[in-house]
């Protein structure tokens, strides 16, 4: 068995570990996105009459909540960029959701996607 020197050995290494790094930085930076896609939007638009945000936006934080995978409920009836784009408005809620209905994610990916298409998408009418 031919044994190799450790200056190769120590370069082999040292690119094993940049690739793990690598795909390890893949999720924590698809987390980092989505955090902070939610606490933006969060922040700053309730109110569709103080909104600070244009529609370019609002499609790139929509884009970033549409990766996430939290859940197969969180995937139901969310709000693709397609729909997005044909200026979908999901429907209003008119009922708090039943308790059996409830799942154990907290995520609120869905929830505030479909909130960016009613901001964006629905009509204001001020009488």
Known sequence: MTILPDDCINIILDYLVQLQHKENF?????????????????IANHDPFDMIMDRDEAKLMLSILNKCKCCNEHQLRKPSLN???????PEYPTKHICASRKTNCNCSCRHISRHI???????????
Do not use: H, T
């Not at 298409?117 to 009488?127: F, G, S, T």
């Open 26 to 42: 893949k999720i924590i930076q698809n987390d980092i996105l989505k955090i902070a896609a939610i606490k933006r939007f969060s």
């Open 117 to 127: 298409c009613r901001l964006m998408n629905d009509e204001i009418v001020i009488y």
């Open 83 to 89: 729909d997005y784009d044909n200026f979908f408005v």
